[in-house]
């Protein structure tokens, strides 16, 4: 909507273009700059600070042989499949319930929703104490004759990242269930109507009709979860802080702790920059089926 | 589709007559609100544990189990997180970074909501070449993971003279609250009808003119969204505080993690239930109130980011 006529196009719209300085900035120096800086520096040798001194992929190649970053791939995937798969089906569930027309649904809605407004950190903590195997849920099952000692999550290394996942999921249901409840309620009850002269069962509706329609609530949910995922650090610090051992450990917290605690720059940039990597191997996807949406 | 149930025989009086659809028998009734009660139960067990927690005393917690009510009600737990719990040397509780993020959270809202809703306004009404493509980089920039700016951001804030400041966290919010916002403002502000844009224009209104007298005093929705995320964003941030702030400057969400997580002296469960429940309260009560608006502002936010 700029007028045209004027010849001098960098003083067209000038106001606009002093407006969008800060958007123009933070996209040039924060999302570019930064960016390629870090993927830049992650082929150096920098310790304390950064340098110059290229070393091609070593980096990279002593990264994968560091037992604890493997870990902690092998921990977010473990995570990221879980949080994943429970995350839509309880989120989807929930969703189909409270759309059952049901009394009282902003109860419901509320209080399924509520842990999304706190913080990971405090989520991380409240169930820590729940997980707490001296006090909480275990002692509590011990104490009525339950097998409760199985239950102790925390401190068990082959255990603890679910500890994580239970906790999560406490966190993110809401979220997922708000999107799908947008999503049912944006579907024409027409289809509705149809499916039920014709017979089909409600649970069928669901599973070939509904759901196929919701595939693009589907896709942008699983872009928010999937890139929450890979940026989880403050439930592991909150929860287990990566423990015991390195149990626990996860790639942001592993970049954190090469960065700004030991002193090593170039094997937390390559983590960055891997963690970059995945980030587009889960964006491409979708921005292509974006792309294919509004064409057709 | 309503429910012939006891429950609201009154309501089904003046329905109409026509035939209920099947489903909706009385024992399928009862095991929708069953389950959807049982789920409520699990995700309000937490919060009940919290507040229980806090409000018992530690040998009162020894002895019993987590989900027993106090048997004596007190509230020394929430004074003591509130004034005196210690975060490392310092002792005087996890009001010192209630108002440290009370002091990050303010200026971050303000800057950030005005830059977003300034630019949505600009990205709606005055493209010019490019502004699409900068649009466009910023909406992918919002799924880079944080991890991958951390460090250049850190050498950006030394040179600035900004770094160990509130100022350089404010800075921070700002920039990563920018995506979002921004496509929220943008895409309000390209659902109001174009002729009073045009009108404004013909009356001779330049860009800050339309924009204060026309868009800004029919914004108010959606920069009541707006705010909700960035404050419970900001509020809830933890990364950027431990990293931005120094340790003058903790926000509340890392003191909380510094009293609980102390390696050093008893565990004091209560206060620490306490100071979550204090850390939490802000978000909590900007949900309770802002209701609905906080589920439209989430559904909105989610449309790509």
């Known amino acids: 909507m700029a007028h045209a006529g004027r010849p001098f196009g960098l003083l067209r719209n000038l106001n606009a273009k002093v407006a969008a300085i800060p958007m123009m900035l933070t996209v040039i120096v924060i999302f570019i700059g930064c960016t390629l800086w870090t993927v830049f520096y992650s082929f150096t040798s920098s310790r304390l600070l950064p340098t110059s001194d290229f070393v091609g992929f070593d980096q990279y190649s002593r990264l994968f042989g560091n037992s604890r970053w493997n870990q902690s791939l092998l921990n977010l995937a473990t995570y990221g499949v879980c949080v994943l798969t429970f995350v839509f089906i309880i989120g989807f569930l929930l969703a189909v319930l409270i759309d059952q027309k049901i009394r009282f649904e902003n109860t419901f809605r509320t209080i399924f929703l509520y842990p999304f407004a706190l913080s990971f950190i405090v989520t991380g903590l409240v169930w820590q104490w729940i997980l707490d195997p001296g006090l909480g849920l275990p002692k509590v099952l011990n104490d009525l004759g339950l097998p409760g000692g199985s239950l102790a999550l925390l401190g068990d290394k082959n255990t603890v990242i679910y500890a994580l996942v239970i906790a999560g999921l406490w966190q993110g249901t809401g979220l997922v269930m708000v999107l799908m409840l947008a999503g049912l309620r944006g579907i024409d009850s027409e289809i509705w109507k149809a499916a039920r002269v014709d017979g089909i069962p409600a649970w069928r509706t669901y599973l070939f009709i509904i759901i196929p329609m919701m595939r693009g609530v589907f896709v942008t949910t699983l872009v928010i979860v999937a890139s929450g995922i890979v940026r989880v650090y403050d439930l592991v610090v909150a929860m287990t802080q990566g423990g015991p051992g390195f149990a626990s450990e996860v790639p942001a917290k592993y970049v954190y702790s090469f960065m700004f605690e030991r002193a090593n720059l170039g094997q937390g940039l390559a983590a960055s920059t891997v963690m970059l990597v995945t980030v587009f191997i889960i964006l491409v996807p979708w921005a292509l089926a974006e792309f294919r949406q509004k064409r057709s | 589709m309503a429910m012939a149930t006891t429950t609201n025989s009154i309501a089904s009086v003046v329905e109409p007559a026509g035939a209920r659809p099947r489903r909706m028998f009385a024992p399928s009734t009862i095991i929708l609100y069953s389950i959807l009660t049982v789920a409520a139960l699990y995700y309000l067990l937490p919060l009940y544990v919290m507040v229980v927690t806090s409000l018992k005393d530690m040998t009162e917690i020894r002895m019993g189990n987590i989900f027993a009510p106090p048997v004596q009600i007190t509230f020394e ?194 206060v620490n239930m306490a100071a979550t429940l204090l850390t939490g309260a802000v978000p909590l009560i900007v949900y309770f109130v802002s209701g609905r608006l906080f589920v439209r502002g989430i559904a909105a936010g989610a449309v790509k980011g």
């Not at chain 2, 100022?167 to 009808?193: C, D, E, K, Q």
């Not at chain 2, 995320?229 to 431990?242: E, P």
């Not at chain 2, 120094?246 to 509340?252: A, D, W």
Request: net charge positive.
């Open chain 2, 77 to 270: 737990p929430w004074v003591k997180a509130w004034s005196q719990a210690c975060t490392g040397l310092d002792c005087s509780g996890i009001s010192v970074g209630f108002w440290k993020s009370v002091k990050i959270t303010i200026p971050s809202v303000i800057i950030s909501v005005a830059i977003a809703s300034v630019n949505g306004y600009g990205l709606s009404y005055w493209r010019f070449k490019g502004s699409e493509v900068f649009f466009t980089i910023l909406l992918f920039g919002a799924f880079i993971p944080y991890q991958v700016m951390l460090y250049p951001l850190v050498i950006i804030m030394r040179e600035l003279g900004i770094f160990s400041t509130i100022w350089a966290v404010v800075l921070v919010h700002t920039i990563f609250g920018m995506p979002i916002n921004t496509l929220l403002f943008r895409n309000y502000f390209a659902s109001l009808p174009p002729e009073l844009f045009k009108a404004a224009r013909v009356d001779g209104a330049g860009f800050w003119q339309v924009f204060f007298r026309i868009m800004l005093p029919m914004s108010l929705p959606i920069f009541v969204v707006s705010m909700i995320i960035q404050i419970t964003g900001i509020w809830n941030d933890f990364l950027f505080g431990v990293i931005f702030a120094g340790n003058q400057n903790f926000p509340m969400t890392v003191q909380l993690n510094n009293i609980v997580n102390a390696v050093q002296g008893v565990k004091e469960y209560n």
